[in-house]
C-alpha cells in the first residue's frame, strides 16, 4: 500500500455455487410427458443461455478511465483476480469467481466475510497476503482480468500489473480508497460485462438506504463521524471521501465542517490529543483495534471532557466485529447483511 503500514492498514481501513440435486426415478405412466417436458425446458434453457451469451459478448470491447489512464477489455473475462481488499465482494455480487482475492483484515477463509460465503459457494480462490502486493502471484494465476478499485497501487505497480493482464482501478477524482461503492459497483459491471446486473443491484441497494433514512428520520442532519483512539493518547479519523464516511451520509448524517477543514488528502488522518475537541459531534463511532481493550489505553482528559462522551452519544465496537467488517467492504453483499445492524446501534444515541 502506498505510504502506510500494515498496522495502519488494519485501523484504518452474487452467482450462488449450489450443488444441483436431480431425481433419476421417472413416475410410471409418464414418460412421454416427461420426456416432451424434457425437450422444451432444454429448448428454453439453450435460448435464454444463447441470448446471456450475445449480450455479454455485446457489452465489449469496453474501456475503463482510471488514474493512470484508460483500460481496454476485449471480451469477456473468464480469469479474475482482484487486487484490491473488498474488490471481490463486488465480483462475487455480479456472478464472478475469481480466481484470486487479496486479504485485508480478519483472516477469513479465502479473504471471505460471512456475508459472502454463500456467493463463493465451494469455490477455492488463491488468497494474496499483505500487505505488499505479490506481482508474480498475481501473474502466476494466469488472469486476463486484474480488479483493483479499492487497491492503492501505484503507478509502477500499475505498470507490473498491465503488462500480465489489463488492469483497472480507480478514477483520480477520488482519493486512494475514496471511490464511492456505487461508482465502484458501476465500473466493476461495465469491467466483466454485467453492466445490466450492476444497474439492478445498485437500485436495490439503494433502496434499502431509502427505507432506513425513512425508519430513522432521527439521523437527518446529525453530524457523524468514525474514528478511533491510538495507543499514544492520538486520535484517527476516516476522511469525508472514506466509504465508511459516505454510508453515513447516505443515512443522513452530516460529516461536520470543523473536521472536514482539518482533513488531508487521505482517507483517513490522524489528530494529535490536544485536537481531541475537533471530534466534537452528535455521534461518533468509535473502532478500537483488534485485541485492543480500554485497558490498553492512555488516560485522554480531552476526550472524557466532550459533551458527546458525556451525554453517551458514542457506540463503540472494534474491527473485530463482523458489522465493522461490513461497513469497512461497503459491498452490495456487505451492505444489506450490515447496515440495519449499524442503523439499530447508532438510533439510541442518535435521538
Given at each position: 500500500?502506498?505510504?502506510?503500514?500494515?498496522a495502519?492498514?488494519?485501523?484504518?481501513?452474487?452467482?450462488?455455487?449450489l450443488?444441483?440435486c436431480?431425481?433419476?426415478?421417472e413416475?410410471?405412466?409418464?414418460?412421454?410427458?416427461?420426456t416432451a417436458?424434457?425437450?422444451a425446458?432444454?429448448s428454453?434453457?439453450?435460448?435464454?443461455?444463447?441470448?446471456?451469451?450475445?449480450?455479454?459478448?455485446?457489452?465489449?470491447?469496453?474501456?475503463?478511465e482510471?488514474?493512470?489512464?484508460?483500460?481496454?477489455?476485449?471480451?469477456?473475462?473468464?480469469?479474475?483476480?482482484?487486487?484490491?481488499y473488498?474488490d471481490?465482494?463486488f465480483?462475487?455480487?455480479l456472478g464472478?469467481?475469481?480466481?484470486?482475492?487479496r486479504?485485508?483484515?480478519?483472516?477469513?477463509p479465502?479473504?471471505?466475510?460471512?456475508?459472502?460465503?454463500?456467493?463463493?459457494?465451494?469455490?477455492?480462490?488463491?488468497?494474496?497476503?499483505?500487505?505488499?502486493?505479490d506481482?508474480?502471484?498475481?501473474?502466476?494465476?494466469?488472469p486476463?482480468?486484474?480488479?483493483?478499485f479499492?487497491?492503492?497501487?501505484?503507478?509502477?505497480e500499475?505498470?507490473?500489473?498491465s503488462a500480465?493482464?489489463?488492469?483497472?482501478?480507480?478514477?483520480?477524482?477520488?482519493?486512494?480508497?475514496?471511490?464511492p461503492?456505487?461508482?465502484?459497483?458501476?465500473?466493476?459491471g461495465?469491467?466483466?460485462?454485467?453492466?445490466?446486473?450492476?444497474?439492478?443491484?445498485?437500485e436495490?441497494?439503494?433502496a434499502?438506504?431509502?427505507?432506513?433514512?425513512?425508519?430513522?428520520?432521527e439521523?437527518e442532519?446529525?453530524?457523524?463521524?468514525?474514528?478511533?483512539?491510538?495507543?499514544?493518547?492520538?486520535?484517527?479519523?476516516?476522511?469525508?471521501?472514506?466509504?465508511?464516511?459516505?454510508?453515513?451520509?447516505?443515512l443522513?448524517?452530516?460529516?461536520?465542517?470543523?473536521?472536514?477543514?482539518?482533513?488531508?488528502?487521505?482517507?483517513?488522518?490522524?489528530?494529535?490529543?490536544e485536537?481531541?475537541?475537533?471530534?466534537?459531534?452528535?455521534?461518533?463511532?468509535r473502532?478500537?483495534?483488534s485485541?485492543?481493550?480500554?485497558?490498553d489505553?492512555?488516560?485522554?482528559?480531552?476526550?472524557?471532557?466532550?459533551?458527546?462522551?458525556q451525554?453517551?452519544r458514542?457506540?463503540?465496537?472494534?474491527?473485530?466485529?463482523?458489522?465493522?467488517?461490513?461497513?469497512?467492504?461497503?459491498?452490495?453483499?456487505?451492505?444489506?447483511?450490515g447496515?440495519t445492524?449499524?442503523?439499530?446501534?447508532?438510533a439510541?444515541?442518535?435521538?
Open positions: 500500500m502506498k505510504s502506510r503500514t500494515w495502519v492498514a488494519l485501523v484504518v481501513m452474487g452467482a450462488l455455487l450443488s444441483a436431480s431425481d433419476d426415478s413416475p410410471a405412466g409418464e414418460s412421454e410427458t416427461a417436458t424434457s425437450t425446458t432444454t428454453t434453457e439453450a435460448t435464454a443461455t444463447e441470448a446471456a451469451t450475445e449480450a455479454v459478448a455485446g457489452a465489449f470491447p469496453v474501456t475503463i482510471h488514474k493512470y489512464g484508460s483500460t481496454t477489455i476485449e471480451a469477456e473475462p473468464q480469469r479474475v483476480v482482484s487486487v484490491g473488498q471481490h465482494d465480483l462475487l455480487s464472478v469467481i475469481p480466481v484470486g482475492v486479504e485485508w483484515w480478519g483472516e477469513k479465502y479473504a471471505t466475510w460471512v456475508w459472502a460465503e454463500e456467493a463463493l459457494g465451494d469455490a477455492q480462490p488463491v488468497v494474496l497476503n499483505t500487505p505488499e502486493l506481482i508474480e502471484a498475481v501473474a502466476a494465476l494466469n486476463d482480468l486484474i480488479v483493483g479499492y487497491s492503492g497501487i501505484t503507478e509502477d500499475y505498470e507490473l500489473l500480465i493482464a489489463p488492469t483497472v482501478t480507480q478514477p483520480d477524482t477520488y482519493v486512494d480508497y475514496g471511490m461503492w456505487d461508482e465502484q459497483l458501476l465500473e466493476t461495465r469491467a466483466v460485462g454485467r453492466a445490466a446486473e450492476a444497474e439492478a443491484l445498485l436495490e441497494t439503494e434499502q438506504f431509502a427505507a432506513l433514512r425513512a425508519e430513522h428520520p439521523f442532519g446529525k453530524t457523524a463521524l468514525i474514528g478511533g483512539p491510538n495507543t499514544d493518547g492520538s486520535f484517527w479519523v476516516y476522511g469525508p471521501e472514506d466509504p465508511r464516511s459516505r454510508l453515513l451520509a447516505a443522513g448524517f452530516e460529516y461536520p465542517e470543523a473536521v472536514a477543514n482539518a482533513a488531508t488528502d487521505s482517507f483517513y488522518f490522524s489528530l494529535s490529543a485536537q481531541g475537541a475537533l471530534l466534537e459531534s452528535d455521534v461518533f463511532v473502532i478500537l483495534n485485541g485492543v481493550t480500554e485497558a489505553l492512555p488516560p485522554t482528559p480531552v476526550w472524557d471532557q466532550l459533551k458527546m462522551v451525554e453517551g458514542v457506540y463503540t465496537t472494534s474491527f473485530d466485529a463482523d458489522v465493522i467488517g461490513a461497513f469497512s467492504f461497503s459491498s452490495p453483499l456487505s451492505l444489506p447483511w447496515l445492524q449499524l442503523a439499530e446501534s447508532l439510541p444515541i442518535a435521538q
